[in-house]
């Protein structure tokens, strides 16, 4: 067998996953984390269903309910956006990011953008949010409490997930490439998929480190 059939192969080979899959909340939301390579394995219309119907129980302001999903799933329209989000950043966005973050989340990012790992996932889930019912100013406060919700369902899931902005920054071509009216606004990527490798727990800061009591830099108890 060659290489090129061995990577073939383990593409399409889901990670072993733990068989007691803890679907409490707090574990769920404790383990989320983005994923940003995914094998050939595909993600079912009824899964799909369940976390488009979470996402749509997310609050928005005044329950205006402005998200807008598009499903994408053929291979040459995956790609088209994996196209434009590699040119954003190709064209800067790469030398921002490799001045701020830490080397192994730069190329991790890296190979999800310049490699076009993250357009490889077999779902695509684009957000928009409908300035029609929402003030366009208001439109991300309301729509990402919908994108939250599809990545905590499919990590409850034992999916990969991601969230992805870098499309937005040339709105109008991922309008076009997902047929938004000009009054829908771009808000997230969202790949879908079952991940290559298993996700091992988020790093993140203590508390104590973002949490204050009272006023700002003012140690909480708690």
Not at 165 to 193: H, K, N, Q, S, Y
Request: charged share 25%; net charge negative; aromatic share 6%.
């Amino acid at each position: 067998m060659s290489d090129t059939d061995d990577t073939t192969l383990e593409a399409s080979r889901p990670p072993r996953r733990p068989p007691d899959l803890d679907t409490d909340f707090f574990a769920v939301a404790g383990r989320q984390r983005a994923c940003r390579s995914y094998t050939n394995e595909d993600v079912s219309d009824e899964t799909l269903r369940k976390l488009l119907h979470i996402a749509t129980r997310a609050p928005s302001a005044q329950n205006v309910q402005p998200w807008r999903f598009v499903v994408v799933r053929e291979a040459h329209n995956r790609e088209a956006i994996g196209r434009l989000m590699k040119q954003i950043w190709e064209a800067g966005a790469r030398t921002i990011a490799a001045d701020e973050c830490e080397p192994e989340v730069f190329r991790d990012v890296d190979r999800g953008l310049g490699d076009g790992e993250l357009a490889a996932a077999p779902v695509l889930v684009v957000v928009g949010g409908d300035s029609r019912v929402v003030h366009r100013t208001q439109i991300q406060a309301s729509v990402i409490t919908a994108v939250q919700n599809v990545l905590l369902g499919a990590t409850a899931l034992g999916l990969g997930s991601c969230l992805t902005t870098l499309a937005t920054f040339r709105a109008d071509e991922m309008r076009a490439l997902v047929g938004f009216p000009p009054e829908i606004d771009p808000v997230a990527v969202i790949p879908v998929g079952h991940p290559r490798r298993l996700l091992t727990p988020p790093q993140r800061a203590s508390l104590s480190e973002k949490v204050f009591g009272e006023r700002y830099g003012e140690p909480w108890p708690g």
